[in-house]
């Protein structure tokens, strides 16, 4: 019997990547990389060439289907597989990433009549600029005593839809009515894939403010933040949620053309990349945290019971496995608050030493950064530098460097920032444990934990807890393609259930870190100490990250 | 008649120089510097290679002795001056710069049974290793109720005479009995020079609690201190004071001759860089501060009453002019930051940029920072990076970024830096307004002004001051060539009074740095906001810089 295989694509922050994964084995046998010809968009509209205000942060939706028609055929063609054994797609995005729609399902900056209105592309989930729009939406909750906001950790963010939308509707209402949807990219893309809307619930769920018993918000809460607003879910949403696991339906004939697929291959709903992720690190219970690490990290827990826990993202029913409530947290800034400083605070002595040793300068920074002990910088940092979201959900913290002295080193401000992301993830597992969502052992994937040995082990010793690592060095694009074997079904040849998919697809790599003996007291320490200015500087007491900003915001307002 | 010409030579902390100066004009004729072999000793002892530990700074006196042979018969050489035309000679030091000194006067590392001998060495101003000395010095002077306190800000700083003699009772009690004197370096030089200990008040009325009218602390304090301590003023210091503006000598023929100059050439007794200045900056009465700004800001104002300021370096009667009451405070650390940061933190991309547009980086750093408006960074930071000297009079201290984004640029830090540096002036300047001590313009002199235009405005946008330059670049030196002139005296060709002095030889900059119109609230909001950070990490209520530097000294130990 032929081997038959699926595509996993993964729509990322800088670039979208497909693998093919045979099905049987959850081998992969190619893989390929569209990097987005307008990457994020945070300087200017392509178009007009236009400046755009700070927190801004766009996509062109454009990039996404270069990535479908440039990347699928590539590794077809790599692995020398043939479309006949190409059983389901299954694609996961950044979340929430977003976009108005036409009536046709046309992106609405493709419209030349829109091409040159910012908020007619893509916002990225790193867009911050909606935050007056959370504000409001939080303020709304709270006044009108809404459940919802528990399910959020008592908090929505600026990066989700509903404060995306509410912005749109402020600051250019003509956008927001010839919107006919407003959809995640990850469910816009099964459109243009299927033809049909087929939205899934997992971006729903964490990031709508879906949930599968209640629906979204009543309209008497939308007309609460804008009168307008009021039928917003029955005009441009949409009630019709497929779980995770569902067949979203189908390549019809031009698609699977332009693709290089067999018409009628099976299209999965689509997901979001963290939540993905768990099954394709062999996570299908509770205790485990799964870190989707790169730009930023997104950590998943499953749990037995529904549990409220503060400044987490969310919790959704059946949100990343049926059966488990699906727990999200997050950090806003990881392998980003690295590239930054290599990029920005390494003096040109170390890139000359980087090229001599031939090194990048990522592996420089840490062979000098693994060579001082917890504690010996004198340095402690906070984690901020692109505001802060589990546990304190506020986009307008940003981050810190204390100790500094004449004798500070590249090396151990690079030591102190991954120590600081570190403690942020230690602080978002002490959060859940406290809440009663049990926390035992760590499961990472993603960019960072392939490259960063030092990176790895400092989070084993920070966390005290052991740290595997997925076998794949594409986790999402795997846990997607089991999702397409899913969708397939196992009378296609795939699996009728993800856990069956992640029994037989998902691996671990053979390294585990473990907390390096013997035991030192120094990280707690320090953690202590980063809990007493987090609570400073992130709970109200002082507010000057918050000055800072607004008095930025005023002189660029004064010189723009 | 012949012009008539002294020298005045400045001992800075990485190198000594000379000028030679006409006495009628104050015309500098000819200039020459020596960086010590030595420079500063903080990480290895040159004789032995052992490795000092954190917070030590030494010196290697024979470096000044080669000052002193080196750079004054070359100026004498480039101007072509007779020494039968140089009537006196004047210098000046960093302080408090300190050495243990044996019976014939002979520095004690010099002595090969004490060069291994990290103690043996001088101990440079910005030694901080004796802070647990300067702890205890304190705890006495509070429980003992001693009146001198208050002439010190309430606080005697690590920095000076009695903690680092305590260190070193405490620490090498050998080198303590082995030593006949400990003496400021500024006197040590005037010893070698003359053959005569003639101490200078300057030195020890800041530097080693000794005042006019009641000269040192008490045998009782001092037992109070360390039991063999009861007698250090008597056994090892002098009571026999000498004010600046009075001659500690004349050149013996053996000296004479091995720096080229006349036997008989008058010497002044030594005096401070810093207070040296005031009188070179044109500045002979009250209400204006003078700021030597190099490496450390020392910051000296005039006034015509005793005033207990809080958290002043001290205050001095006839310190630096006869007559008045001499106010000091300073910064630990400010050129010294912008060094750090330069060869620290600026990638790659800008050397290139530097070597592209033949500018030197802080150069480079200075034209994209004068782009930016006041507050645009979004960045704020605490100049603390060699701990804080006024108004907090605390070496544990350390630096603070806050406002880190991940589009933060370097331009924006090093902006952000020299902003931190004159809130620090800012917060010296209204602590002496609030306490009495009139302060109305300021003058500026030392390494920083003549090349930092940016920082000068800056200072003069923070402050709303006007900010007046010296005319020279040699502001010290020239003040240790007028003393010079002082100490020859009128008879001989040279001045009576230092006053006389200051009309005829010290001069001012054409330039004027005001507050650029129209007055911006930003540089007043920001200091606000730095007030609150400087209280909250510098007077107890979040102790975090000392846990961290307490946990780096853990570390240093268990790896050393």
Known sequence: MTAKYALGVDFGTESGRTV?????TGRELAMAVYAYANGVIDEQLPTSGARLPPDWALQDPADYLRTLSTTIPLTLQQAGVSADDVLGIGIDFTACTMLPVDGAGQALCADP???NEPHAWVKLWKHHAA????????????????????????????????????????????????AARFMEAADWVILQ??????????????????????????PEYFAALHPELRTVVADKL??????????AGALPPSMAAELGLRPGTAVAVANVDA???????????????????????CHMVLGTEQRMVPGMCGVVE????????????????????????VETCVPAAYWEEARQRNLDLHALLEAK???????????????????????????????????????????EIYRALIEATAFGTQTIIRNFVAHGVPVDELYACGGLPEHNRLLMQIYADVTGMPLKVSGSSQTPALGSAMFGAVAAGSQAGGYDTIVEAAAHMASLAPVVYARTPPPTLVYERLHAEYMRLHDYFGRGENNVMKTLKGIRDETHVASG
């Not at 093919?20 to 049987?24: D, K």
């Not at 949409?238 to 067949?247: C, F, L, P, T, V």
């Not at 947290?329 to 990881?334: E, L, W, Y």
């Open 20 to 24: 093919l994964v045979e099905v049987g």
């Open 275 to 297: 939540h993905v992720s768990v099954p394709a690190c062999t996570v299908v219970g509770p205790g485990k945290m799964v870190m989707v690490m790169g730009t930023s990290i």
């Open 193 to 218: 894939l299927t033809g049909a809307e087929r939205r899934n619930a997992c971006t729903a769920g964490y990031k709508a403010i879906w949930a599968k018993d209640t629906g979204y918000p009543t």
């Open 369 to 411: 950064a693994a060579l001082l002990a917890p504690g010996q910088s004198g340095l402690l940092a906070l984690d901020w530098s692109n505001g802060n979201r589990s546990v304190l959900v506020d986009v307008d913290l940003s981050g810190v460097l204390i100790g500094l002295t004449l004798a500070t080193r590249p090396e």
């Open 131 to 178: 935050q007056p729009e959370a504000d409001a939406v939080n303020r709304a909750a709270r006044e009108r005593g809404e459940a919802f906001l528990s399910r959020y950790g008592g908090k929505i963010s600026s990066e989700w839809m509903i404060p995306k939308i509410l912005q749109i509707l402020n600051e250019a209402p003509h956008v927001y009515h010839a």
């Open 318 to 341: 059946d949100g990343i496995l049926p059966g488990y409530f699906g727990y999200e947290a997050g950090q806003s800034a990881v392998g980003d608050i690295f590239a930054w400083f």
């Open 238 to 247: 949409s009630g019709d949620i497929y779980a995770q696991g569902e067949r």
């Open 113 to 115: 009549r829109f091409a």
